[in-house]
């Protein structure tokens, strides 16, 4: 492949959406009220469309034939490239927008750093991209503080969910090595330089919402490497099906 390492560094961009989007997508028609269902359903079609962009861009990079689909639908478990956050399951409402909201912190300051790229296709998704992310940024962090500031069992829950899954945060920050050459060449975005004011943010709106901030100093990592944990094989299983059980399919 003429460029392996920009092929890598698109797909550990575009995994987190895509994995997200698919456990998104698993409420439809059960989220806890239509509004609510109906908001979580869109921001999951909204990162499946960033997903369709980048895809189509890494399509084009690894210049053999394959599509996106091909690279959504096709590739073995440990050839995602996903943080482990992203894959954690739909426990309850409030593991969902603790989820959500750790993520959408993280993705609103890459996408922000993203646009800067000199990558001018990189650029340009970026640009598109980040009116939806605001959005999910707003939704997610609104949420916090409605079940934290909210009745006592919706603040017993949201807590637990941010504690539990608070240890999956530190790799959004971890560089591969694909990471390290695109930011070398000006294409990749540095995380590393956004951890501190990703906390701060964070930290920030738990406060608000009345949330102790986890103090917990063990992280998990392996997802970026794809090593992942025992949720993902169930999510592909779901994702893949019909691409497996009928090769060379088109709509």
């Given at each position: 492949?003429?460029?392996?390492?920009?092929?890598?560094?698109?797909?550990?961009?575009?995994?987190?959406?895509?994995?997200?989007?698919?456990?998104?997508?698993?409420?439809?028609?059960?989220?806890?009220?239509?509004?609510?269902?109906?908001?979580?359903?869109?921001?999951?079609?909204?990162?499946?469309?960033?997903?369709?962009?980048?895809?189509?861009?890494?399509?084009?990079?690894?210049?053999?034939?394959?599509?996106?689909?091909?690279?959504?639908?096709?590739?073995?478990?440990?050839?995602?490239?996903?943080?482990?956050?992203?894959?954690?399951?739909?426990?309850?409402?409030?593991?969902?927008?603790?989820?959500?909201?750790?993520?959408?912190?993280?993705?609103?300051?890459?996408?922000?750093?993203?646009?800067?790229?000199?990558?001018?296709?990189?650029?340009?998704?970026?640009?598109?991209?980040?009116?939806?992310?605001?959005?999910?940024?707003?939704?997610?962090?609104?949420?916090?503080?409605?079940?934290?500031?909210?009745?006592?069992?919706?603040?017993?829950?949201?807590?637990?969910?941010?504690?539990?899954?608070?240890?999956?945060?530190?790799?959004?920050?971890?560089?591969?090595?694909?990471?390290?050459?695109?930011?070398?060449?000006?294409?990749?975005?540095?995380?590393?330089?956004?951890?501190?004011?990703?906390?701060?943010?964070?930290?920030?709106?738990?406060?608000?919402a009345t949330l102790e901030?986890?103090?917990?100093?063990?992280?998990?990592?392996?997802?970026?490497?794809?090593?992942h944990t025992e949720h993902?094989?169930?999510?592909?299983?779901?994702?893949?099906?019909?691409?497996?059980?009928?090769?060379?399919?088109?709509?």
């Amino acid at each position: 492949m003429k460029n392996e390492n920009l092929y890598q560094y698109i797909l550990g961009i575009a995994d987190n959406s895509l994995i997200l989007g698919q456990r998104l997508g698993e409420l439809c028609g059960h989220g806890p009220s239509l509004e609510t269902d109906i908001a979580c359903t869109n921001i999951s079609l909204d990162l499946f469309g960033q997903v369709r962009s980048y895809f189509q861009y890494a399509g084009k990079v690894a210049g053999d034939g394959r599509t996106e689909d091909d690279i959504a639908m096709l590739r073995k478990e440990r050839e995602y490239l996903n943080v482990l956050l992203v894959e954690q399951p739909n426990t309850n409402f409030a593991y969902t927008i603790a989820r959500q909201f750790l993520f959408d912190a993280y993705h609103l300051m890459f996408l922000e750093e993203l646009q800067k790229s000199s990558d001018l296709t990189l650029s340009a998704i970026a640009n598109k991209c980040i009116k939806e992310v605001r959005y999910h940024e707003r939704f997610s962090s609104d949420w916090i503080k409605r079940l934290g500031d909210g009745t006592e069992e919706s603040k017993i829950k949201i807590q637990e969910a941010i504690n539990d899954l608070w240890p999956y945060t530190d790799e959004l920050f971890h560089q591969t090595e694909a990471d390290k050459v695109m930011v070398s060449e000006g294409i990749g975005v540095d995380v590393t330089k956004l951890k501190d004011t990703y906390y701060n943010n964070v930290s920030s709106v738990l406060e608000e919402a009345t949330l102790e901030v986890p103090e917990s100093k063990y992280f998990q990592k392996g997802g970026k490497k794809g090593i992942h944990t025992e949720h993902l094989g169930y999510i592909l299983a779901e994702l893949q099906y019909m691409q497996r059980t009928y090769p060379n399919m088109e709509w």
